[in-house]
């Protein structure tokens, strides 16, 4: 065993589960963040034997939830005297959903889970990671922003709070990407706000995953035949879980903040291709590359005032 901590969000399943397992094998002390406790006791036990850890905890935590998150924070500082790692793995996305979903705090549910918390997750854990002597954010984006190049594709603020959800379309598909968009955005922000904490915040960019029999199973036939395609051609958990690893503890990463990281591993870079059919279609197929939008100051400014504003009352500020 090593002192170092480490939380991960959604850590039941998925790349949540391997990275759970990978910090494990490597002696770290590992906090399994996350919500059905019936269904995640399993996995716990199935780590801790499978790794000869037993320093794999389980706390509850709904990342939906302002409340929720308070309460995990709350028991996390009574329980342990500093945070080392966070990885923000959870999220939320709903395929098929057609009905605009509001959360806890009345929040349009993707842009709650996938961003609002995880900010508020962060700020509340920044006093536990100061302790560390190398800090690290990860938050988990997609390639789904890459929707972003299309010059038109813009976040609708003034429908994140149910302003219009009986007279607007909803798109499950669109929130979920305007959703980490955002998130991508405050972390821009954050990794330029806490470097002076010693406190690096960094997205890695998640490709299309192999999905289990258990994610397919709920969708429609047609939905689940194209799901099975996908995963002859789609990245394992295990890969990506790898890949949070290096990013959290290398020494290649250990002075990287406020960027986002592919996953190959490499920083990308705001794109850099003008307006024009070839270079267009160049930049779809540039791996490196992610939207100039995610860069405009005044989004970023609105992302971030708002997650303030939506946050302030479960912070002491």
Not at 187 to 204: E, H, L, P, S, Y
Not at 288 to 308: F, T
Request: proline share 2%; charged share 30%.
């Amino acid at each position: 065993m090593n002192d170092k901590i480490v939380i991960v969000t959604g850590a039941n399943s998925g790349i949540g589960r391997e990275a759970a397992i990978r910090f494990a094998e490597e002696g770290y002390t590992v906090i399994m963040a996350c919500r059905n406790l019936e269904k995640s006791k399993k996995v716990q036990q199935e780590i801790i034997e499978l790794t000869k850890n037993n320093g794999v905890d389980l706390l509850k935590l709904d990342v939906s939830s302002f409340m929720s998150i308070e309460d995990f924070c709350s028991e996390f500082k009574e329980k342990y005297k500093k945070l080392d790692i966070l990885i923000h793995n959870a999220g939320y996305f709903n395929h098929g959903e057609k009905n605009y979903q509001l959360s806890p705090d009345n929040i349009e549910l993707s842009f709650a889970t996938n961003a609002f918390c995880p900010f508020l997750m962060t700020k509340l854990l920044t006093d536990m990671l100061k302790k560390s002597e190398d800090a690290r954010v990860l938050n988990a984006c997609t390639t789904n922003i890459r929707h972003f190049f299309d010059p038109k594709r813009k976040i609708d603020f003034d429908n994140l709070q149910g302003e219009f959800m009986d007279s607007r379309p909803y798109n499950i598909y669109k929130m979920y990407g305007d959703s980490k968009m955002a998130l991508l955005m405050l972390t821009f922000k954050m990794g330029d706000i806490f470097k002076k904490d010693g406190i690096q915040v960094n997205a890695v960019q998640i490709p299309a995953i192999k999905m289990s029999k258990e994610t397919m199973e709920k969708f429609k036939s047609v939905w689940r035949i194209a799901a099975m395609v996908q995963n002859i051609h789609s990245s394992s958990p295990e890969t990506m879980a790898d890949t949070y690893f290096h990013i959290c503890t290398s020494e290649e990463f250990k002075d990287i903040t406020g960027k986002l990281i592919n996953d190959k591993r490499e920083i990308m870079q705001s794109s850099h291709y003008t307006r024009g059919l070839m270079q267009e279609v160049k930049q779809l197929f540039d791996k490196g590359v992610y939207p100039k939008y995610a860069d405009n100051i005044e989004n970023i400014e609105r992302v971030w005032d708002l997650a303030v504003k939506l946050t302030k009352s479960m912070m002491k500020i």
